[in-house]
């Protein structure tokens, strides 16, 4: 060990067996923590090359179990986001992609921060079940093409065992070791090809352009070293995505989209990340084309019928995708105006976020518990004109008291007398 830290020390490039043996002893609890963080910083400073990039994602990926989809016909392609707040995308994207014809067996998490994960979400609707076997997953999506259930067996221990190392030794913040860290969990989920939305803005893990930029470039070049098919697109998250922030109102706003009537960026999106998942899974051979086919399953109605049979299959209360009033309300509705006329020129996502977890919308630790019901509807976005006293936002709550989320989204919302340009949605697109 004290040579593969002297050798990455020093700039060179480790060897498939180095990253391997490091990884492997480190798992099993044979290497110390101490040499292990001497070699992430190491990894900060001098970097890895996609080939050593390569090897880590797949030893870390072997440190486990890994899910077997190929009993699973067609193409599996999984989509990742980096996160961010009120990205609904996965709800929506999961139901529409698979009613195109693409197998959807998506393994989600819950969320750490501002507002829930996919399955805190799923969880709004009376009785779904996030639960499956193995051998009933495979088959849901097979029958249904879709299934989306939290995250079963030990999946890469060894991810989970230096993510941890690397929260306290400062070391998160390296490229390489997040493009390792994500493309490891997606590879042992078993997908075939990744699509990525990779974040970037105020609300986002990648605060500037550039850096979503390299972290993307290198998880596309990792999906090459190890034989997947992966692409990202760089997406906005300068403001929060979509009007709805919060688990119920997400489930609501999905709804909304999956009908032809969501809102203008979420919808977008989930078209632009879609096609690529579409044309990533053999049903067609452009964009252009794959946009065509998920815009006919919006049309038809087949993508909202297909999120209601899995709801079904999978224990929920259908009625509730039908009827979204019978999904979890909050007891009061809370108008925040503007203090003045003039344009939005900023609505600080992260901010934003703290208002809706502040509600009961997000854990601030592991073990606080979500209230379904509670969160924010925006009702304006950037670029937007508001006069003095108009509503900025809606707070759902089940407390009277609101004070601290109110003050926070009127605090970082900014209204100017000059206009600004709405933000671009998709930065780029990296093949
Ligand atoms: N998300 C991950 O899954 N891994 C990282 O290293 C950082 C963010
Ligand atoms: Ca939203």
């Given at each position: ?114 507002t829930g994960g996919t399955l805190d979400k799923l969880e709004a609707i009376e009785g779904f079940h996030i639960e499956l076997t193995q051998e009933q997953f495979v088959r849901q999506v097979n029958d249904l093409k879709l299934a989306v259930i939290g995250q079963s067996g030990n999946l890469t221990p060894a991810d989970k065992k ?270």
């Open positions: 060990m004290v040579d593969i830290i002297e050798k990455k020390r020093d700039g060179e490039i480790l060897s498939k067996e180095e990253i391997s043996f490091f990884i492997e002893q480190y798992t099993n609890g044979s290497i110390p923590d101490y040499q292990v963080s001497a070699l992430l910083m190491a990894i900060y400073f001098e970097g890895m090359t996609a080939e050593e990039q390569g090897f880590l994602t797949m030893a870390m990926v072997e440190s486990g179990d890994q899910i077997d989809l190929s009993p699973i016909e067609g193409i599996k392609v999984d989509k990742h986001s980096t996160g961010g707040v009120g990205d609904t995308t996965t709800l929506i994207l999961a139901p529409l992609v698979a009613a195109c014809g693409v197998p959807v067996a998506k393994m989600s998490g819950r969320g750490l921060g501002h230096l993510y941890a190392l690397r929260d306290v030794t400062s070391t998160v913040d390296s490229i390489p070791l997040i493009a390792s860290s994500i493309m490891s969990k997606k590879i042992a989920a078993g997908a075939d090809a990744i699509v990525l939305d990779v974040k970037t803005g105020d609300g986002a893990f990648m605060k500037s352009i550039k850096d979503a930029e390299a972290l993307a470039k290198s998880m596309v070049a990792i999906g090459q070293e190890v034989g997947r098919n992966t692409m990202a697109v760089i997406s906005d998250m300068s403001q929060p995505l979509g009007f709805a922030i919060g688990n119920a109102l997400e489930v609501k706003e999905a709804i909304e989209t999956l009908k032809g009537e969501g809102p203008e960026d979420l919808t977008e999106l989930c078209l632009v990340l879609g096609s690529k998942m579409i044309v990533a899974g053999g049903k067609a051979e452009t964009l252009e084309e794959a946009r065509a086919q998920l815009q006919q399953v919006i049309q038809d109605g087949s993508a909202l019928r297909l999120f209601g049979e899995m709801v079904e299959v999978q224990g929920g209360n259908r009625e509730m995708i039908e009827n979204p009033s019978l999904l979890p309300a909050a007891k009061y509705q809370i108008e925040v105006q503007a203090q003045e006329d003039g344009y939005i020129t900023q609505m600080e996502a992260d901010e934003i976020g703290i208002a809706a977890m502040l509600l009961g919308a997000g854990r601030a630790t592991k073990e606080d518990k979500i209230d379904l019901a509670v969160g924010i509807m925006l009702k304006k976005k950037i670029g937007d004109r508001v006069m003095k006293g108009e509503p900025l936002a809606v707070i759902h709550s089940n407390t009277e008291n609101v004070d601290k989320s109110k003050e926070l989204i009127m605090k970082h919302i900014h209204i100017s007398p000059e206009k600004v340009e709405k933000p671009s949605l998709i930065h780029e697109m990296i093949t």
